[in-house]
């Protein structure tokens, strides 16, 4: 089976520059994240979606950053305009719906590893 | 506010040298505590889910156990393929899905 999909897996950009990281989450899961991986902070939740609906945004750090969902299969995490401070490691992870066995768990992609230059 | 605190950040030990990882949590009304393993240069990867104080989960050398205000990991045996850092989060009441993350504890298990 497929797992959570992100794309594209390395990014490399200059200060000013627009960002935009891609995600297909597991077939068949209603609920998607996006995190935010530093050595200083770990990993933190920037938003989640439950069927394709923002459920917490609290943690997207500031009006340059975006996220949507457009359909069940594909979501966005946009960044504009990105500055050195933006570099990290972004996941996105995707979970089963309510009654579904393992429900509460998180399968993460791959990553994005961005660099802002 | 709730906390997730991971110990020690780094551990070396010689294969077959057994040990423990710690997870200390403070949260309102524990719904989860998940262990994760990670990989350098990929996600993190799901290990285990344990919900209620008492509960033990193994998978080949690791076992998780939970209290009210802790979680270990013991690692019985290790192998130089256990090395990676490994993620303690918690999940509070409510029916928000977000998790609390621990900053993890990097291991490297010598041959």
């Known amino acids: 089976d497929a797992g959570v999909i992100q794309s594209p897996r390395h990014e490399v950009t200059e200060m000013g520059q627009e960002v935009t990281l891609r995600c297909k989450p597991i077939?068949?899961?209603?609920?998607l994240f996006w995190y935010r991986q530093t050595m200083m902070r770990g990993l933190e939740l920037l938003i989640y979606?439950?069927?394709?609906?923002?459920?917490?945004d609290s943690g997207m750090p500031e009006d340059r950053f975006s996220a949507k969902m457009p359909n069940a299969s594909f979501s966005t995490l946009k960044i504009q305009p990105s500055e050195p401070r933006d570099s990290a490691v972004y996941f996105c992870?995707?979970?089963?719906?309510?009654?579904?066995?393992?429900?509460?768990?998180?399968?993460f992609g791959p990553g994005t590893r961005l660099l802002v230059l | 506010e709730d906390q997730v605190t991971q110990s020690p950040e780094a551990l070396r030990l010689q294969e077959g040298e057994s040990s423990s990882l710690n997870c200390s949590y403070t949260?309102?009304?524990?719904?989860?505590l998940f262990w994760y393993r990670q990989d350098p240069g990929k996600g993190p990867e799901f290990l285990f889910t344990?919900?209620?104080?008492?509960e033990e989960k193994e998978k080949e050398r690791l076992k998780a156990t939970l209290t009210k205000k802790e979680s270990f990991l013991h690692i019985t045996a290790p192998k130089p393929e256990d090395s990676a850092t490994y993620l303690c989060?918690?999940?509070?009441?409510?029916?928000?899905?977000?998790?609390?993350w621990g900053l993890g504890t990097s291991l490297a298990v010598n041959p």
């Open positions: 992870a995707s979970s089963p719906p309510r009654g579904a066995v393992s429900r509460e768990t998180q399968y």
């Open positions: 077939s068949g899961h209603d609920y």
């Open positions: 979606f439950n069927n394709n609906v923002p459920i917490d």
């Open positions: 949260v309102s009304g524990l719904r989860g």
């Open positions: 344990l919900y209620s104080a008492g």
């Open positions: 989060a918690v999940q509070g009441a409510g029916n928000n899905r977000k998790l609390i």
